[in-house]
């Protein structure tokens, strides 16, 4: 039987954002250990990573109308457990090939997710009639927060990735079933249609100067969740539990910072807003890059989780604010070259990684922030026409 105690519409969104991340959370503080059982340099390491991000492009792109037969609730309970269960399967992977592969069922489980709780974010917030965008991404920032702290404490404890990543299946089951057995999927929204965006969409030049804003903070964001680890490891020898805690000092920093986003953006402007938090993340990544000592980099993770927080979100607005095409045309074209950039990241990262250094996997943000100060005007409003 379910549980008897209902939660609040945005309760359950929020609950599903959080177990969702905790689930897909968890790789990232063992990724130094996966490298080292399967014996390869960064590089290598780089392109099993790839697995991911083309699996979620995948899903993105195709999988639309076939979750919408399958339900909401449903893509929920039984998405957000796979995902554990598939990178349990991963981690044991005794080759970068195998670990793509392995990897590919985990990026499409995750696309799925990532559709599901994003329409479900919006509906609640137009039925609820108030923002609630961000705080669902620092529900998602806490969720990957707890799974880096719990990663950490895991491998303090010597206990293995496959062993780790076991245990947070049942974990992932427990998540749902108590949070979200009694989830009922939010109302359409009355200007919901059904015009869909092509599955593959060319993008204007208004929607590539939207990617060149949030281009560096998706960079950034997937070094920090990719590599922030092996960098504690390469650079200060850092034992398993501070190299776990890299990856937390992120993303307690990006759910803060999510939680009162919303309120900065009305006070001030998105251009304003985004500008301050991508020299924010200007700064965090030239500390990162220049580091001389553990403490010093937690810092310039922390920062560039403030500075990473909402630059896609904003951008995401924008694109869908535009009136030269349909909304949603824009959107999947910004989405489209966003995952992209997800699955370039790997492997261009390990690329600079094993040839320049772990820290210039930090190096190769700066000039993409820049380029993202430099393009962050076309959040205006007078660049939506």
């Keep these: 039987m379910r549980p008897s105690y209902p939660f609040s519409p945005s309760h359950q969104v929020f609950a599903a954002f959080a177990i969702y991340a905790f689930a897909m959370g968890n790789i990232f503080p063992r990724i130094g250990d996966v490298q080292l059982a399967m014996g390869v340099d960064k590089a290598a390491l780089g392109l099993g990573l790839i697995g991911t991000p083309l699996g979620t492009l995948t899903s993105i792109t195709l999988a639309a109308p076939m979750l919408e037969r399958i339900g909401h609730r449903m893509v929920l309970m039984g998405g957000i457990p796979l995902i554990a269960l598939f990178l349990a399967i991963a981690v044991h992977a005794p080759s970068p090939l195998v670990l793509f592969v392995l990897l590919y069922p985990v990026g499409f489980v995750i696309g799925c997710v990532e559709i599901i709780v994003n329409v479900e974010a919006d509906r609640t917030e137009n039925t609820l009639g108030y923002r609630i965008m961000n705080r669902c991404h620092a529900f998602w920032s806490m969720g990957f927060f707890s799974a880096g702290f719990f990663g950490a404490w895991m491998a303090s404890l010597g206990f293995s990735p496959q062993l780790h ?4 299946f049942p974990l992932s089951i427990v998540g749902v079933w108590v949070a979200l057995a009694n989830f009922v999927p939010a109302t359409k929204r009355i200007d919901e249609t059904v015009e869909t965006a092509p599955r593959f969409t060319l993008p204007s030049l208004a929607i590539i100067l939207l ?10 964001e997937g070094a920090s969740m990719d590599w922030s680890a092996i960098y504690m490891r390469d650079s200060f020898a850092a034992g398993p539990f501070l190299a776990g805690i890299a990856v937390a000092a992120f993303a307690i920093s990006q759910a803060s910072s999510r939680f009162f986003a919303d309120t900065f953006v009305e006070k001030y402007s998105p251009v304003t807003f985004a ?10 990544s030239l500390i990162t890059y220049f580091s ?11 920062l560039m989780g403030v500075g990473t927080s909402a630059i896609f979100p904003l951008a995401i607005s924008a694109a869908a604010q535009r009136t030269d095409r349909p909304a949603a045309i824009n959107v999947a074209a910004l989405v489209q070259l966003a995952f992209t950039m997800f699955l370039l990241g790997p492997p261009l990262l390990g690329f600079v990684a094993e040839h320049w250094g ?3 996997a930090y190096g190769v943000g700066i ?6 100060l430099l393009t962050s005007g076309s959040l205006g409003k007078h660049a939506l026409k």
């Design 165 to 168: 990543l076991g245990l947070v």
């Design 211 to 220: 990617f060149g804003v949030s281009a560096s903070a998706m960079l950034l």
């Design 275 to 284: 500008r301050c938090l991508l020299l924010i993340a200007l700064f965090g």
């Design 292 to 302: 001389i000592s553990p403490i010093m980099s937690l810092f310039g993770f922390a």
């Design 358 to 360: 772990i820290r210039s």
């Design 367 to 372: 000039p993409l922030v820049i380029l993202s």
